[in-house]
């Protein structure tokens, strides 16, 4: 029998089951937090925030060393990662920083989440900074990559680097691929042309901030007012009719309300030294809401 297609990604792995994948964010690079976080059950992805912190790719580095688990490996018989790392940037989408992303993804990334994306534009040069250069022969040559050696990325993945450039394409342009482009809508300008975004060939999923930046955008003073309710629900039935991911950093008081509304994406918030009390709580409220896993 033909074995099924397994994703190193264990977030792409669930996304294209249809489950609900589970993340927090951290600030802690460090050795331990790695350790503390690696092969925690109960998530599917952290992302290192380098938006509001130092973009510091040295200890990037180190906390990816911490999360190599080569016992987990044995006694799944697989590389498949547990969790997976994704990272965030300070450089909005319109400063055209891809270098950044090259970078973060040659030491091992998984994923990247984009802040301020505002135009299809702006998407497709993150799309193509992650993708390699087509070979004459590819199936998927477009948007065309523009990506070169592989750095550090085979290591960390813990396959060839022949397999590694075959796999470090993005989902789901191409089924197979185990990178991840999650764009950050903030703007009114954005929300103007999220279907746009969302239809550029290999974005991965949209991930909602907390909506300070888009409430400023709209000139009001308070995320939770209802034009920033309006605008958030908007994107969300973007990601429904474009039939992508949608989701981001939600807490016990709104879980259930935003899995209704049609996050599949969900994350606990900050995690500094493993999964802590409020963590934990998001965790199980999911659960009780019907969370797919």
Same mark, same amino acid.
């Given at each position: 029998?033909?074995?099924r297609?397994?994703?190193?990604n264990?977030?792409?792995?669930?996304?294209s089951?249809?489950?609900?994948?589970?993340?927090?964010?951290?600030?802690?690079?460090?050795?331990?937090?790695?350790?503390?976080?690696?092969?925690?059950?109960?998530?599917?992805?952290?992302?290192?925030?380098?938006?509001?912190?130092?973009?510091?790719?040295?200890?990037?580095?180190?906390?990816?060393?911490?999360?190599?688990?080569?016992?987990?490996?044995?006694?799944?018989?697989?590389?498949?990662?547990?969790?997976?790392?994704?990272?965030?940037?300070?450089p909005?989408?319109?400063?055209?920083?891809?270098?950044?992303?090259?970078?973060?993804?040659?030491? &091992?990334?998984?994923?990247?989440?984009? $802040?301020?994306? !505002?135009?299809? +534009? /702006?998407a497709?040069? =993150?799309?193509?900074?992650?993708?390699?250069?087509?070979?004459?022969?590819?199936?998927?040559?477009?948007?065309?990559?523009?990506?070169?050696?592989?750095?550090?990325?085979?290591?960390?993945?813990?396959?060839?680097?022949?397999e590694?450039?075959?796999?470090?394409?993005?989902?789901?342009?191409?089924?197979?691929?185990?990178?991840?482009?999650?764009?950050?809508?903030?703007?009114?300008e954005?929300?103007?042309?999220?279907?746009?975004?969302?239809?550029?060939?290999?974005?991965?999923?949209?991930?909602?901030?907390?909506?300070?930046?888009?409430?400023?955008?709209?000139?009001?003073?308070?995320?939770?007012?209802?034009?920033?309710?309006?605008?958030?629900?908007?994107?969300?039935?973007?990601?429904?009719?474009?039939?992508?991911?949608? &989701?981001?950093?939600?807490?016990?008081? $709104?879980?259930? !309300?935003?899995? +209704? /509304?049609?996050?599949? =994406?969900?994350?606990?918030?900050?995690?500094?030294?493993?999964?802590?009390?409020?963590?934990?709580?998001?965790?199980?409220?999911?659960?009780?809401?019907?969370?797919?896993?």
């Open positions: 029998m033909e074995q297609y397994l994703h190193l264990p977030v792409i792995e669930k996304l089951e249809g489950k609900h994948v589970f993340g927090v964010s951290t600030s802690d690079f460090s050795l331990q937090n790695a350790r503390s976080l690696a092969r925690d059950p109960d998530i599917d992805f952290v992302y290192l925030d380098m938006e509001h912190g130092a973009m510091r790719f040295d200890q990037l580095e180190v906390f990816l060393s911490g999360m190599m688990d080569k016992a987990g490996i044995l006694e799944r018989g697989n590389a498949q990662a547990h969790p997976a790392v994704f990272a965030r940037f300070a909005y989408a319109s400063e055209e920083a891809q270098w950044v992303v090259k970078h973060a993804l040659d030491l &091992g990334l998984m994923g990247v989440l984009i $802040n301020n994306v !505002e135009t299809a +534009e /702006q497709e040069n =993150i799309v193509r900074t992650m993708r390699y250069m087509p070979a004459r022969d590819s199936k998927i040559p477009n948007p065309r990559g523009v990506r070169g050696t592989a750095g550090a990325g085979p290591w960390f993945w813990g396959i060839s680097g022949a590694y450039r075959e796999r470090a394409d993005l989902w789901p342009l191409n089924p197979e691929g185990d990178l991840l482009f999650w764009p950050m809508i903030e703007t009114v954005g929300v103007k042309n999220a279907d746009a975004i969302a239809q550029v060939p290999g974005v991965g999923g949209f991930y909602l901030g907390a909506a300070q930046d888009l409430s400023n955008s709209l000139g009001v003073p308070d995320p939770s007012h209802p034009d920033v309710d309006a605008a958030m629900a908007e994107i969300i039935e973007v990601c429904k009719a474009r039939s992508i991911p949608v &989701g981001g950093t939600v807490g016990t008081a $709104n879980v259930a !309300e935003k899995m +209704e /509304q049609g996050y599949q =994406i969900i994350s606990f918030g900050g995690a500094n030294g493993g999964l802590s009390a409020p963590n934990e709580a998001v965790r199980a409220a999911a659960i009780a809401a019907g969370a797919r896993r």
